[in-house]
């Protein structure tokens, strides 16, 4: 025979509250606070974020980070929402720095790309190299990637390797990463955007072994002590990707 259990009124406003209690906290735990992160990049750049947490309390936590997944390229807009807390094995944890990994796709096959990084620093306190936040609209941190090329093998095969630094107000090219400083408490539920460009025009890797012509640039012969052209210069030939013989880059010949 089923038994039936009867509850008092009393009894039922209590469960009501205890349910009520476990919705408010389901809730709660569900809008953790966030920030949203998009950038604005050339076609053939995909970027991945990865966001470092620490202990919130000073307890002795290790450290973790999350990995974003990397969306594939072409797709636009880029955007990701970045947990402002988390929790790692009970401990309480908040985001302390999220580094932005690039990637440049410059040639035809998989592996005809290059790795860069940026990065986004998170600040309890207010510093001079915290940016405020607009009145409207998103925090954005310009950027310049540059690609550089040079040879390698015996057979000198052009590579291309990305450089990408943060550009100040005027758009002048700095020594840094791209990205900046941010204050924790003015983050919840803001975007923060990084606008990357492509330098019009590339660069040789190692400066010193290339000399510019008006036809294009021409590598030296070098000496195993200075690494650079000589006075009068002797030019060597190079291969492209492709494996064409050529004698100036990006031309080929003159």
Not at 2 to 24: G, K, N
Not at 86 to 91: H, M, R, S, V
Not at 212 to 241: A, H, I, L, Y
Request: hydrophobic residues 35%.
């Amino acid at each position: 025979m089923m038994h039936v259990r009867h509850f008092t009124p009393h009894c039922l406003r209590v469960l009501f509250v205890s349910a009520m209690a476990l919705v408010v906290s389901g809730c709660s735990m569900a809008q953790t606070e966030s920030f949203t992160f998009q950038a604005d990049m050339p076609e053939n750049f995909t970027v991945r974020p990865m966001a470092y947490y620490d202990s919130a309390s000073g307890e002795a936590c290790s450290g973790h980070n999350l990995i974003q997944s990397e969306q594939p390229k072409g797709v636009r807009p880029v955007e990701f929402k970045l947990p402002l807390t988390d929790t790692a094995k009970g401990c309480s944890m908040v985001l302390t720095k999220v580094v932005l990994h690039i990637k440049g796709q410059w040639g035809k096959r998989e592996l005809d790309m290059s790795l860069q990084t940026a990065g986004l620093s998170i600040h309890d306190e207010p510093s001079e190299s915290v940016r405020p936040f607009p009145e409207s609209g998103p925090l954005v941190f310009q950027g310049q990637c540059q690609w550089l090329f040079r040879t390698v093998g015996s057979k000198r095969f052009i590579r291309k390797i990305l450089q990408c630094r943060a550009l100040d107000a005027n758009g002048v090219v700095q020594k840094s990463l791209a990205g900046g400083a941010l204050q924790r408490d003015q983050l919840a539920g803001k975007t923060v955007k990084l606008v990357l460009t492509e330098a019009k025009e590339e660069k040789p890797y190692f400066g010193r072994s290339w000399l510019e012509t008006p036809n294009g640039w021409k590598p030296c012969v070098e000496t195993k002590d200075t690494f650079r052209c000589q006075t009068p210069p002797s030019f060597t030939d190079f291969k492209m990707p492709d494996g064409r013989d050529c004698t100036v880059y990006p031309n080929c010949t003159e």
